[in-house]
């Protein structure tokens, strides 16, 4: 990782312009492990170096290597795009890019990869997973948490023991709707059932043999109560972490630094946040729940690619939504992906906030969102939310022009995966707010 307080490299443009890149990086508490970079760039900020911040936030699993490929890779899109249409602002553009890290590796979540959670070297994964979570249990209880981790399966009588050890410290409700509760040991239960059921074999029928992923019904989910794998269940509980972790990270460090850069500029410098995944979940918060302080002005464009939030969270009531607000420290509608070809997303994502008397109830096939815990970027906004839909543009197709909220846009076409987000579709929806 970077260390010192210069921008990290130059994007060097098609026009031949040296544009700064910046990596600040946060630890899981939400506290800058960069502070020397940071300051460096909110007094660039101040000073008038730019009249574009673009701030960039990665999702879950990623390293520090990982993300800023990422970062790279969307940016190299994004100037290729601009390059080939001839595209250009209507202004001067003086852009700092900005990446920003958090730890989210070492919560493997094979999920994030799609059809390969299922894979037979599943277990290579285990260990780190294990041990991140090691801490969170008693010490007096640690030799058995290990004990109950190692085999492929375990029974119900175990997997609740194993879950006592945990409900307390990962089991909070769901934190995109303040009305949701903590989960019980059966809840939890029921949730880890369903998704054996989800990723088991299938069955044709009149096929007595059947085949993996098979396409056939999915099996009853209590029915795998007494050969549960303990390594989905760990698996489960990151769904948990990685949102409180995620909304930690926005609340409390990026938030405050966006609010900083904007007391020491005016409306001349405009700002612009890309969260792919639980990219969205960090400034979600970093802008509608910054510690101290509200925004003193809104940001200019919000981009959420494919977010791992839930898709009821703009909603104004009934239910209502914990981001319900977000839009006023936006100036343009917040634009959000989602797509009918993001399986982490519409398959797997809801499973592990499902209930106990959701069990049996897992059928995930249709278009409409399978339960209230669906996730945006799989289903769109859902609830009482001021929201326009739209396919997704490619560059040179405009977008039209909305007052609601939310502009929801169906990336199906382009995005074929959770993770696909790499193409001029998706740029050109970024240069569209941009000269918005």
């Known amino acids: 990782m970077p260390t010192d307080t210069k921008p990290i490299d130059y994007f060097v443009t098609d026009t031949g312009a040296r544009v700064p890149r ?25 000073a008038g170096e730019f009249t574009d911040v673009i701030a960039f936030c990665h999702g879950w699993n990623n390293d520090w290597d990982a ?81 109950l981790t190692e085999p492929a399966r375990i029974d119900e009588t175990e997997g609740r023991r194993l879950i006592d050890m945990l409900v307390d410290v990962c089991a909070t409700g769901d934190a995109d709707l303040p009305a949701d509760t903590a989960r019980d040991a059966d809840d939890i239960l029921a949730a880890w059932a369903m998704i054996e059921a989800e990723l088991a074999p299938r069955v044709s029928p009149g096929d ?17 109560l007494s050969a549960l794998d303990p390594r989905k269940l760990l698996r489960m509980f990151t769904v948990y972490q990685m949102k409180d972790r995620a909304g930690t990270v926005g609340t409390v460090g990026v938030g405050p630094m966006l609010r900083e850069m904007l007391e020491k500029s005016n409306s ?63 100036r343009q509608p917040i634009v959000t992906t989602f797509s009918l070809e993001d399986r982490a997303l519409r398959c797997f994502f809801h ?13 995930v096939a249709g278009a409409d969102a399978p339960s209230d815990y669906a996730a945006l970027g799989g289903y769109g906004p859902g609830g009482r939310v001021r929201v326009t839909w739209a396919d997704i543009k490619d560059p040179g197709d405009l977008y039209p022009h909305v007052d609601t909220e939310v502009l929801s846009v169906n990336g199906s076409r382009t995005i074929h995966g959770h993770s696909e987000i790499f193409d001029p579709s998706t740029a050109w929806a970024l240069f569209t707010l941009m000269n918005g």
């Open 268 to 330: 001349d410098t405009r700002f612009h946040v890309i969260g792919h995944s639980y990219g969205a979940r960090v400034f979600l918060n970093a802008v509608s729940r910054p510690a101290g302080a509200p925004l003193p002005r809104p940001v200019d464009s919000m981009l959420l690619l494919q977010p791992a939030v839930n898709y009821l969270c703009f909603s104004a009531d009934h239910p209502e939504g914990g981001y319900r607000g977000a839009g006023e420290f936006v």
């Open 67 to 147: 993300a800023n490929e990422t970062y790279l890779r969307f940016l190299s899109v994004f100037h290729k795009m601009m390059h080939d249409g001839g595209y250009r602002f209507d202004r001067e553009y003086r852009p700092a890019l900005v990446g920003l890290y958090w730890p989210s590796a070492a919560l493997e979540f094979s999920w994030e990869h799609g059809p390969d959670i299922a894979a037979a070297d599943e277990r290579a994964n285990t260990p780190d997973t294990t041990l991140e979570f090691a801490p969170l249990v008693a010490e007096g209880d640690r030799a058995e948490f290990y004990r």
């Open 351 to 363: 499973l592990a906030l499902r209930r106990g008397k959701d069990l049996g109830d897992i059928g």
């Open 208 to 224: 007595p043999g059947g085949s993996a992923n098979g396409g056939g019904p999915s099996p009853e989910a209590a029915g795998f």
């Open 22 to 46: 910046y990596a600040l990086q946060f630890d899981a508490d939400g506290i800058s492990t960069s502070p020397l970079t940071q300051r460096a760039l909110i007094d660039a900020v101040g």
